[in-house]
């Protein structure tokens, strides 16, 4: 069964640094999702994409959080200057349109140090 | 903004027998989509069951089956004889029909322990 894959499983930074979080989404999936969940708390949206744009996004996602497709295949979630609050578990989901189900990846475990 | 409740933060239930949990959500929008996600130790999000709002009938999976009770903007998940592979973190999800490509809102989440 196809599969929604993130890497790294998990990340360590310093604060300050940039990361970049990569998803590689199901092969006909076309509408893509970062979220987000602080450890202990709700999973929280971050941002939506479809057709190399920004569909959605929350307040979360400000001016350090930057989404791209770079290649026709990875989905890539960047932040720029990473915080301490930067760090949770950050998803990746993918949906065939927008009425689908959402399917998740395994997650990547960012820490901020 | 559409808020997901689960006011449950853990349950527990022994192996064999069943258990309910429960979500209501707050939305003025007729037509949306409901879900159950399950996050085992892993941290893993696994689609559990989905229910569209148009249709009356409650879905089903195998073991797991929910109660969407439309006027009471409720939607809970009853799992039948619990295994243990089913201890995990279970949240509800609401997802508009209405605009493009929107977001699940999420519940804070249930933690659910199968007891031996």
């Known amino acids: 069964e196809p599969e929604v894959t993130q890497t790294p499983s998990h990340q360590v930074t310093q604060m300050g640094q940039e990361v970049i979080l990569r998803c590689v989404p199901i092969s006909n999936h076309l509408y893509f999702y970062w979220y987000r969940q602080i450890l202990g708390q709700k999973v929280e949206f971050l941002v939506s994409f479809y057709n190399n744009e920004i569909s959605e996004k929350s307040e979360i996602f400000d001016d350090q959080f930057s989404v791209e497709r770079p290649d026709g295949s990875n989905f890539t979630l960047k932040i720029r200057s990473t915080k301490l609050e930067d760090s949770a578990m950050y998803f990746c989901?993918?949906?065939?349109?927008?009425?689908?189900?959402?399917?998740f990846g395994p997650g990547t475990r960012l820490t901020v140090l | 903004a559409q808020t997901v409740t689960q006011s449950q933060p853990e349950m527990s239930v022994q192996e064999a027998e069943t258990v309910t949990l429960s979500c209501t959500y707050d939305?003025?929008?007729?037509?949306?989509?409901l879900f159950w996600y399950k996050q085992p130790p892993s941290r893993q999000m696994i689609l559990v069951i989905r229910q569209e709002a148009y249709k009356q009938q409650n879905a089903t999976e195998n073991r797991f089956s929910v109660n969407f009770q439309k006027a009471a903007k409720s939607f809970s998940l009853k799992i039948s004889d619990s295994q243990l592979g089913d201890a995990a973190m279970y949240f509800c999800?609401?997802?508009?029909?209405?605009?493009?490509?929107?977001?699940?809102?999420f519940g804070k989440g249930t933690r659910l322990s199968v007891i031996a």
């Open positions: 999800a609401y997802r508009s029909a209405y605009s493009g490509n929107t977001p699940l809102v």
């Open positions: 939305t003025s929008e007729s037509d949306y989509y």
């Open positions: 989901a993918t949906s065939t349109d927008p009425t689908d189900t959402q399917y």
